[in-house]
């Protein structure tokens, strides 16, 4: 039997923002993507989405998207050209780090009130604590390898099923999400950077799923 390609998880970060272009932490605000966010989200999906390509539909278990207009958005403008969409699910357990007092600001802003904050260690006072947001990710970390394995069983079974699952989120989540796979506290995000509308490919190594790994970073993102 032909061997069964192992199954991966497409982290996606939503298109460029105002806040996101000038910085400003971008939790609970619900802001529309710029027009050249949509632009260049929309360049993605020519590039990446379509059947015998890296996304390739036929693949897909399923799709969760964060519902913040900016996630939801890039989601239709990734995946629209397609004759049906994929399955996918709308769910704040895919929302961005809840910045509590600290939403809007810049980080020289909250330096000012907080000298020394790093949200990798001190989390954000009235949102959610670097535990909380730990377990939340954790929680869909759980979630998503038991779908892949659980499809993985059944291919190799019958050989039949799809084998790849996308996220549309934000960058804190993102970058939380990725050290969590492979096992990393969650202050190893500090060293990622995942840019809008870029794609992280999230896999295993030596065709093993005890050994989760990250493939690749900010794919076809235009890195600033």
């Not at 909250?110 to 990798?120: D, E, F």
């Not at 934000?170 to 190893?188: C, D, E, Q």
């Not at 690749?216 to 600033?224: E, K, W």
Request: one cysteine or more; charged letters at 25%.
């Amino acid at each position: 039997m032909t061997q069964r390609p192992m199954p991966r998880l497409f982290l996606i970060r939503h298109g460029e923002t105002e806040w996101s272009v000038n910085g400003r932490h971008t939790g609970r605000t619900d802001i529309p993507l710029t027009a050249k966010g949509e632009a260049e989200t929309a360049t993605r999906a020519k590039q990446l989405v379509g059947d015998g390509k890296i996304i390739d539909p036929k693949n897909l278990c399923t799709v969760y998207i964060s519902p913040r207009q900016r996630a939801h958005k890039t989601f239709h403008l990734l995946f629209d050209h397609l004759d049906k969409l994929p399955h996918h699910v709308i769910t704040e357990e895919v929302r961005e780090w809840d910045y509590g007092e600290y939403e809007g600001l810049l980080s020289g802003e909250i330096q000012a009130r907080n000298p020394g904050w790093a949200i990798w260690k001190d989390g954000c006072p009235g949102g959610e604590t670097t535990e909380e947001m730990c377990d939340r990710v954790d929680e869909v970390v759980a979630k998503t390898i038991l779908k892949v394995r659980e499809d993985h069983r059944k291919w190799l079974e019958n050989g039949e099923g799809s084998r790849d699952v996308v996220i549309v989120a934000h960058g804190h989540f993102n970058r939380v999400f990725i050290a969590r796979w492979i096992r990393f506290p969650l202050s190893l995000g500090t060293h990622f950077n995942v840019e809008p509308a870029g794609i992280a490919i999230l896999s295993y190594n030596h065709r093993n799923l005890d050994e989760p790994a990250l493939n690749a970073l900010n794919l076809y993102a235009h890195v600033n």
